[in-house]
């Protein structure tokens, strides 16, 4: 795929530590995009696909070894790109995905302690040719994202995971952060509705 095609459209991610924020504005960044007369499909992983939505109740439920718990992510996301981010980026369509791979190199190489080469290889296997051209990266301290989510739900098998889980995840969300040349920009979640919205419109303001 050429990221340089003008009529494709374009990946945009949005990543995070469990309770940062992302699914409050992601509605408001499609409606941006939509309001710049873009075609915007909005998707998720592990999820993405009937078949990949299947696999996200296994893997968020089901205790699993570690590798196997990466596999099937990466096995959603195999489906996802062939049957809705790949078709939709060459049809010209904006593809807004909550989550990406960068969460598997957070979550998996992060958080639970994966040989970041077997992730290199998966990435590599599963999707050589395709990056986000954007990844919206929310950002929170720990204490804030904890107090968010026990506010608001039942916590799935990730978000029931302590406090240094969770810190290694934000640590490898930020070091791939600041290795990504510009793609991943990081969006201080600590403020306001109104402010984050702002920081939004900055980042994206380069594609529009
Ligand atoms: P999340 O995106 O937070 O959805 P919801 O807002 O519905 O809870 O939940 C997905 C969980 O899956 C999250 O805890 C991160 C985890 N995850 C991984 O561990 N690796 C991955 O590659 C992906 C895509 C998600």
New binding site residues.
Partial sequence: MNHNDATRGRFITFEG??GAG??THIGHVIALLEGAGKTVVST???GGTPLGEKL?DL??HEKMHLET??LL??A??REHVAQVIAPALARGEWVLS???????????GG??GLDRAKLDALEEWVHPHLQPDLTLLFDVPLDVARARLAAT?TL????MEQADFFAR?RAEYLRRAAQSGGRIVVIDSTQSIAGVRMALQAALEPWL
Wanted: no cysteine.
């Fill in positions: 530590i469990d992302k699914s998720r992983e592990p996200r893997v968020l718990e990466a992510m990466f959603s996301r909550d989550r990406f791979t960068d969460a598997s190199f957070a979550y998996q958080g639970r739900r799935d098998k990730f978000e995840v």
